[in-house]
DNA sequence: ACCCAGGGTCGTC
DNA sequence: GACGACCCTGGG
């Protein structure tokens, strides 16, 4: 495959730091120049912010722009979100200015089930770790730019992993999670068509629920960071902490219920919950 | 050396 | 519904 490249300008919803920072994706890592590397489907890109012009570069199956215009949602007018979400409290008007080039990508909904099942109860830089050595072992190879990139490995190819063989690539308990989600794939129990075309939020998510290694939280990241579910609120423990010290102001922020902090996503931020914890989650977590 | 926490889920009570 | 266990790693 030939080299790419498609300048986008003038866009202000755009920041590559935001984007790739704040914890809906585990594959994009930060070069020497600001720039970022990464790897989604069999595409591999360098995405560069030089003043007002967005910089896309490297090697896609098809055309980069229209590649680009899908993974990085570029249709969606975040400016008009910003703006609603603003008025909703100072809070978010803050959050949203710490975050302002936030966007949620578009990403491969078996990537997301997997990346996301191992994040249970970890941390970032060694959720990183899991997926490229994952990637690594059970993924295709892609040279670029004097380099070697990694896919990730579709459902038949990580198949072929024993929960030993995941055990030993560092997942912890996870191992069998993945191994046995995996499984269902394959004899076919559930299925990606099925879960892409399913309309109904609730519907959906019992799915999801069914998957070993997905509870709530789980089930709920897959929904926004891959099928575009913006109505739905993940709690974790940061996003938890954060609804506690700006609205709840308990005194042990773990004594408040999930369910109290749902309806109260709900109510103040509606079908945009998901855009509002993207911007708190980052603004708290960095900040 | 020790302790703690990290984008939680699961089994058990 | 609550509670503890769970792999592993980096940071205090």
């Keep these: 495959m030939k080299e790419q490249t498609y300048i986008l300008e003038n866009c202000n919803s755009f920041e590559p730091v935001h984007i790739f920072e704040c914890g809906q994706c585990f594959r994009w890592n930060k070069e020497e120049n600001g720039s970022y590397s990464g790897v989604f489907k069999n595409n591999v890109l360098n995405v560069k912010k030089e003043d007002n012009k967005i910089i896309f570069k490297g090697i896609c199956e098809g055309d980069i722009e229209e590649v680009c215009r899908d993974y990085f949602d570029l249709d969606r007018d975040y400016e008009e979100i910003k703006l609603k979400l603003s008025k909703i409290d100072n809070y978010l008007k803050e959050s949203i200015k710490y975050g ?17 099942i191992i994040s249970a109860n970890n941390n970032i830089p060694r959720i990183k770790g899991i997926i490229d ?6 993924g295709n190879k892609i040279e670029y730019s004097g380099r070697e990139y990694y896919t990730f490995p579709d459902m038949e190819s990580l198949g ?17 999670r993945i191994y046995e989600t995996t499984k269902m794939f394959l004899e076919k129990k559930i299925t990606l068509e099925e879960l892409e075309s399913e309309i109904d939020t609730e519907a959906l998510k019992e799915k999801l629920l069914t998957l070993s290694g997905v509870g709530e939280k789980v089930a709920d990241c897959i929904m926004l960071f891959s099928l575009k579910k913006f109505n739905v609120f993940p709690i974790d423990v940061w996003v938890r902490r954060v609804m506690n010290d700006l609205y709840i102001k308990e005194e042990d922020e773990n004594k408040v219920s999930k369910k109290l902090i749902q309806n109260l996503a709900k109510e103040k931020y509606k079908d945009l919950a998901g855009l509002a914890q993207q911007y708190l989650f980052y603004w708290k977590r960095e900040a």
């Design 100 to 116: 302002s080039g936030i966007r949620i990508l578009n990403q491969d909904l078996w990537e997301t089930i997997i990346s996301f």
């Design 160 to 176: 072929k992993a024993s929960v030993e063989d995941l055990r030993a690539l560092g997942l912890g308990f996870r191992d069998k």
């Design 133 to 138: 050595r994952i990637s690594k072992k059970y």
